[in-house]
């Protein structure tokens, strides 16, 4: 039993503000990630978009595909027309040995846009989410059987956000639904990081390290920020320089025998907290409460 420690390139390529790390190119991305320990790296859109060619970028570059996102549509869409707008992705990733696809609901998440307030997102009664939940269980059962497991990000500005939604998502669909059980999220959405990951341990697939600045999501909250403005200011960075007990959250890991990725999102403005550096402190800071829990971390 033993962990990976993977990165999401968001730090030096971010798709949703190209214009904040401008400066800077996937491939520096992958190069760095790879320099400082890093085995794994979720797809990224500047990414060659072939399956052939992001295997030979990947293999390029020494690093594995693990996992990376998917927006999702199944509040709006049939089940027909989901499993066809998600096929390709699916095949592309069982073809490249990807342990899941990140998947989120985006058909009416206020994530993107940088004049909404985040505390505008929509929200669903708990029938609601029950009745989603159901559908989205259609198509992670079709993902299982194509050899792909879905797991289901809980994300600022969509349907779930809060650990109510997280909890209903869980409690309406079946166990083909996983989770990808990211701590900064969690907590913006006023979750209980702890709490959480020991309800679902028996559904947590796939893990996001990624602390909080709580001044700044408090800020975010208090005067009506976007979830944009509130990255652009800082409110996410990586372990070790926010508020998150990742040493308990570790702990929490090692005692669920949790053997997938761990991977490090954290998109902050690279002129205020530079890639390279605040990657490796991100990195440094999990093999030290890995090797505490007693999580091993396979060699890569």
């Known amino acids: ?40 790296v979720e797809r990224g859109q500047r ?19 693990c996992g990376g996102w998917c927006s999702g549509a199944s509040l709006v869409n049939d089940f027909a027309t989901e499993r066809e707008a998600v096929r390709g992705q699916v095949e592309q990733f069982v073809a ?14 206020v994530q993107g846009q940088i004049g909404t307030p985040v505390n505008d ?20 059962k079709w993902m299982a059987d194509q050899g792909m497991p879905m797991a289901y990000h809980h994300h600022m500005g969509t349907i779930i956000e809060s650990e109510d939604d ?60 976007s979830f944009l ?8 960075t990586v372990p070790s320089d926010g508020c998150i007990d990742f040493q308990a959250v570790a702990n929490g890991l090692k005692a669920m025998d949790y ?10 403005d690279p002129a205020k907290a530079p890639p390279y550096d605040y990657s490796k402190m991100g990195y440094d800071h999990i093999v030290k409460v890995c090797g505490t829990a007693g999580l091993q971390i396979a060699a890569g």
């Open 1 to 40: 039993m033993s962990v990976k420690i993977g990165i999401s390139p968001i730090a030096w390529q971010n798709d949703d503000l190209p214009d904040l790390t401008a400066a800077f190119t996937m491939e520096q991305a992958l190069k760095e990630a790879r320099e400082i320990g890093y085995t794994g």
């Open 47 to 65: 990414m060659p978009s072939d399956t052939e060619g992001l295997r030979a970028y990947l293999e390029g570059n020494d690093i594995a595909l």
């Open 96 to 109: 490249l040995n990807s342990p899941c696809i990140v998947y989120a609901e985006c058909s009416n998440t």
């Open 121 to 140: 997102r929509p929200k669903l009664s708990k029938d609601d989410v029950l009745a989603y939940a159901a559908k989205i269980t259609e198509l992670a």
């Open 166 to 225: 997280v909890n209903w998502l869980m409690e309406g669909s079946g166990p083909e639904v996983k989770l990808c059980f990211d701590t900064g999220h969690l907590l913006f959405g006023g979750g209980d990081v702890l709490a959480t990951l020991n309800r679902w341990g028996d559904r947590v697939h796939h893990v996001h390290f990624k602390d909080i600045r709580p001044a700044i999501v408090q800020d975010a909250r208090e005067n009506n920020l």
């Open 229 to 236: 403005d509130a990255v652009i200011a800082g409110a996410f």
């Open 259 to 268: 053997d997938g990725w761990i991977v490090v999102e954290a998109e902050q």
